[in-house]
């Protein structure tokens, strides 16, 4: 495939949408305060949303809801490392073995 | 350069540090798929310079390779991003007392990791120099090695297999940034609901089902936080 100089536009525009909501409030500083109740409301976000990108990620294979599947094996591993342990790389080597494990060991 | 931006930049790195493992993968996988979409290396390392997010990258690879109209790519990547207006409005507290150029570039180096480890403490201490370290050395990390490891990701294209499911350490990532949080009982609530959500309406166009996973998310967290409050009034 070919792409022309029309995609360097693009790559901008796709920038400027990435940007534009992450700068938003942290430019606009102090001209623009969010009432105490929504900040109270913020503090729950980032645990919302990391939730939001992972547990489809460990429950959907080819668009189906599958609770049984390697990925979601190894995020339970994954959690139980970072619960049981402070070393903060073993969620990774633990994650990584279990997933790897059931693919080629058991080859689910 | 002030010596609190030192302090702090040096323990918003060390703190960051374990996590940043996980962008490694998840920038491999972005300059395969940049290549695999018929990018040329140089317009690859392009996009992951201009654009610098990895999820609208990812997302919006589809739409230009199938040469969709230009609105619609924009629209998804706006969509794919809209979670950082509510990250950006939590955290711009801690920049109070700096430039606008120090936070113009510290809004287009937001991402999830970053925010999740500075939050607290950008909110919580006095020093703008401080903070501003805290803040930029782990995201100034980050951007470093996505763009180094998705140049070695668009140079290896051709010789990493796609078995080994790399792409998964950054899954394990977001994994060791949410288990703390869980641990208060209004934040579990908060992360099941926005996951149970985001999974059943993964349907709805645009990717919108983890727009509206994440403020139900946070509706359900923040009830729980008040009815918590309320039982323990005598």
């Known amino acids: 495939m070919n792409f022309d100089a029309s995609l360097w536009l693009v790559f901008i525009l796709i920038g400027l949408a990435t940007t534009l909501p992450r700068a938003s409030f942290i430019v606009l500083g102090n001209r623009v305060t969010l009432p105490g109740v929504v900040q109270r409301a913020l503090r729950y976000a980032p645990a919302a949303a990391l939730a939001a990108i992972v547990v489809p990620d460990l429950l959907i294979v080819g668009n189906e809801l599958q609770v049984f599947n390697p990925k979601l094996a190894a995020g339970c591993a994954a959690v139980a490392a970072s619960t049981l342990w402070r070393n903060p790389w073993l969620p990774f080597i633990a994650g990584m073995t279990v997933l790897l494990g059931l693919r080629f060991g058991l080859g689910l | ?234």
């Open chain 2, 1 to 234: 350069m002030t010596s609190s931006f030192r302090t702090g930049a040096r323990e918003g790195f060390t703190a960051f540090l374990p996590l940043s493992v996980g962008l490694v993968p998840w920038a491999l996988v972005m300059g395969m798929a940049m290549i695999s979409t018929g990018f040329s290396p140089l317009q690859a390392m392009g996009m992951s310079v201009i654009v610098f997010a990895g999820t609208a990258q990812l997302g919006t690879l589809p739409l230009i390779a199938a040469e969709a109209p230009i609105w619609l790519i924009i629209m998804t990547a706006l969509a794919l991003n809209l979670r950082f207006v509510i990250f950006s409005a939590a955290i711009a507290p801690g920049f109070r007392g700096t430039r606008l150029a120090e936070r113009w570039l510290a809004g287009h180096l937001l991402t999830d990791g970053v925010f999740a480890v500075c939050l607290d403490k950008m909110l919580h201490n006095n020093d703008p120099r401080w903070r501003l370290g805290y803040f930029l050395a782990p995201a100034a990390w980050s951007w470093l090695l996505w763009q180094v490891f998705a140049l070695i990701g668009i140079l290896a294209a051709a010789y990493i297999p796609r078995q080994w499911s790399l792409e998964f350490m950054a899954t394990i990532a977001l994994i060791v940034l949410l288990v703390p949080m869980a641990r208060v009982r209004p934040m579990l609530i908060a992360a099941i609901i926005g996951g149970t959500s985001a999974t059943l309406l993964r349907n709805l166009p645009l990717r919108l089902g983890v727009i509206v996973g994440i403020c139900a998310g946070i509706a359900a967290g923040f009830a729980a936080e008040n009815i918590e409050h309320r039982n323990k009034q005598p």
